[in-house]
């Protein structure tokens, strides 16, 4: 089987109490392998078993549904597992905090402009900081497990996502119940910024 769940790099108790453990089991153990298991019966036998799941999203429209929402399902749950930290920073620093100022003109508006999408988004969906085609961060709201790499996501909204937080209700319903502006305040105090900006770094050296 080509795609496996990762680990978790921290106990599942590790990030109460702004994320539950038992929001963290369920979530990662039973909503994450379910995508994966999806996913893999989906490509089995065919070519995309052999290819890397950014490759898989990035020409989404030539796959099926059960490929677009398992595969977005995987990448997206693999990428926010690692964002998420126990020992999380406060601020991001360095070379993306000078992008953040750049392109939202202080981290405070450009917090406050990631919130209003994580909450305005209905239904199910998620939240992303990206760097779009011309190098410069935005933030947009994409549904279901559709992300920015995705081919199928409307023009202005794709790029290569360094921040993504889940807004499904799955993500906070235990713990939460409706509040889900609740759940997105306590999303900023375990953000390991340290890994957002080693993927903008990435970009950057890739750039350069
Ligand atoms: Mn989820």
Redesign the pocket.
Do not use: I, K, P
């Given at each position: 089987m080509p795609f496996y769940l990762p680990d978790l790099q921290y106990e599942v108790t590790a990030l109460e109490p702004h994320i539950d453990a038992a929001t963290m089991v369920i979530?990662h153990s039973k909503?994450?392998q379910t995508y994966v298991n999806n996913l893999n019966s989906a490509v089995a036998g065919t070519l995309a078993d052999n290819i890397s799941i950014e490759h898989i999203l990035n020409s989404v429209s030539s796959y099926s549904s059960v490929v677009r929402n398992n595969g977005g399902?995987h990448y997206?749950?693999s990428f926010?597992w690692q964002i998420l930290s126990p020992n999380s920073t406060i601020n991001p620093s360095g070379v993306l905090a000078k992008a953040i100022d750049y392109s939202f003109g202080s981290y405070e508006k450009f917090k406050s402009d990631f919130t209003a999408s994580a909450i305005n988004r209905f239904g199910s969906g998620w939240a992303w900081l990206y760097i779009d085609k011309k190098g410069l961060l935005k933030i947009c709201s994409t549904p279901n497990?559709d992300n920015p790499l995705m081919d199928v996501v409307p023009e202005e909204h794709r790029g290569i996502p360094i921040l993504g937080l889940?807004v499904?209700e799955?993500?906070y319903y235990l713990h939460y119940q409706n509040q889900r502006p609740k759940y997105i305040e306590a999303f900023w105090r375990v953000i390991d910024w340290g890994f957002v900006e080693q993927k903008y770094e990435q970009y950057c050296n890739i750039k350069n």
């Open positions: 979530h909503h994450h399902g997206n749950h926010f497990q889940d499904w799955h993500a």
